[in-house]
């Protein structure tokens, strides 16, 4: 989540930057989409990379509505 947003800010910047040396808003939304395509390719697919260290959760709580008899 965290790479997702930081890849979204940082190409948004950047064609925000360039986008208003340039007078002219299209850069702005071909960097943001530009960032946009990388950071789905990059954070949507489950790569191994990610898996190298696996949460280990909790066990699951029963459930207390159930009555036991």
């Given at each position: 989540?965290?790479?997702?947003?930081?890849?979204?800010?940082?190409f948004g910047a950047?064609?925000?930057?360039?986008?208003y040396i340039e007078q002219?808003?299209?850069?702005v939304f071909y960097a943001w989409s530009v960032g946009m395509v990388i950071s789905?390719?990059?954070?949507v697919p489950d790569w191994p990379?990610?898996?190298?260290?696996?949460?280990?959760w909790l066990e699951s709580v029963p459930?207390?509505?159930v009555k036991q008899e």
């Open positions: 989540e965290n790479l997702f947003y930081w890849i979204i800010l940082i950047i064609g925000w930057v360039k986008g002219d808003f299209a850069y789905v390719i990059l954070c990379f990610f898996n190298r260290h696996p949460v280990k459930d207390r509505r």
